[in-house]
């Protein structure tokens, strides 16, 4: 079984997409960290992202691991925890420039694909119901109001000390940026599929949020 979850920037998808892999038993992909890890590798290795054969010979000695310890997810490249230096400010900046790299998404979705095979999971990202797995058993788009995207990214930065609490207007101003770039790209642009849900978290508590994707999932397998 396949769980698709596409959205903008800080809709909650991940939040969801965690509380859902574990009510319902699944495994979780979070397809944007390893958007974020190739990011952070390219700029530890002061590769330019304009350099497509320096970015195909980095991506080809890439290791990237998740590992799942004590619930949490952890990411590891090239043997290092980057779990948590993935999510600061510098990567959010660039991040939709090397995910908008061609070959940077072929090798992604390979992975991807991989990973999933043969297993039941829930994958989070920007594409999945579009090019990951357009035949996905289940497809939720997730958005919420801008204000409340920037409000919840504030928190994440604030409490990484890379934002101040006063920020609220950069950061959404940042959130606009991102999420103008990913829509207008190329390659698998950030598009809601045509059969895919939507659910709007703007007043909705993250439990609401999981129990209603639990709720379709168990009702529609029990259909089936
Ligand atoms: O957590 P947040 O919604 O801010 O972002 P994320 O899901 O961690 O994704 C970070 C970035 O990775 C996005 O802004 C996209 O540029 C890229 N991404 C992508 O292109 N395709 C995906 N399937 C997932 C993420």
Sequence with gaps: MIVAIDGP???GKSTAAIGVAKALNITHIDTGAMYRAVTFGLIKNQINFKNVEAVEAYLNTLELKFSIKEKNTTLKLDNTDITEKIRSNKINKNVSEVSAIKIVREFMVKIQREMAKGTDCILEGRDIGTVVFPNADYKFFITANEKSRAERRLMDLVS??????SELDVVLDELRVRDYKDSMRDYSP???????????????TINKVVEK???????????V
């Design 9 to 11: 920037a800080a809709s």
């Design 160 to 165: 990484v000390g890379d934002k101040k609490v």
């Design 190 to 204: 950030l598009k809601k599929a045509e059969d895919a849900l939507i659910i709007d978290t703007t007043h909705l």
């Design 213 to 223: 994707i639990v709720n379709i999932v168990n009702q529609k397998r029990t259909l």
